[in-house]
């Protein structure tokens, strides 16, 4: 089974590796010819690098925290059962607090993709 795995891997590999070479060959001409247009192609090309990092970094982050919030909530509530009610509306709105650093990641990162510094 170990076999079929890594030739299925090294099957798919090769298919990523030799595709953008078939496909692209008329990518690259054209993106050639416009050169007026590389500018703004360089820009979206960081700006999509600086949303994949952002968003991977705020996702690393909040999942991080959300799971001390979470085994210690699990730890108090194993220690002295009858505060469960406090731990846990404590531990939902923390909840909901790091996963708002989240979401503003997130938004940060719409604005900066969407924007458009080349308008006329």
């Known amino acids: 089974m170990k076999k079929f795995f890594a030739v299925l891997f090294l099957a798919g590999l ?23 247009s590389s500018g703004k192609l ?8 600086g949303a994949e990092v952002g968003i991977g970094l705020a996702a690393l982050g909040t999942g991080i925290g959300q799971g001390h919030a979470v085994g210690g909530a699990c730890q108090g509530v194993a220690r002295n059962p009858g505060v469960q009610g406090k731990i846990l509306t404590t531990l939902i709105i923390g909840l909901a607090m790091i996963e ?10 719409l604005i900066v993709f969407y924007a458009n510094p080349f308008h006329v």
């Open 14 to 36: 090769m298919l990523m590796l030799i595709a953008p070479l078939a496909f692209g060959a008329n990518g690259a001409a054209a993106a050639a010819a416009t050169t007026a």
């Open 42 to 49: 360089h820009y979206y090309a960081l700006a999509v690098l």
């Open 100 to 109: 708002s650093l989240a979401i503003y990641a997130l938004v940060i990162v």
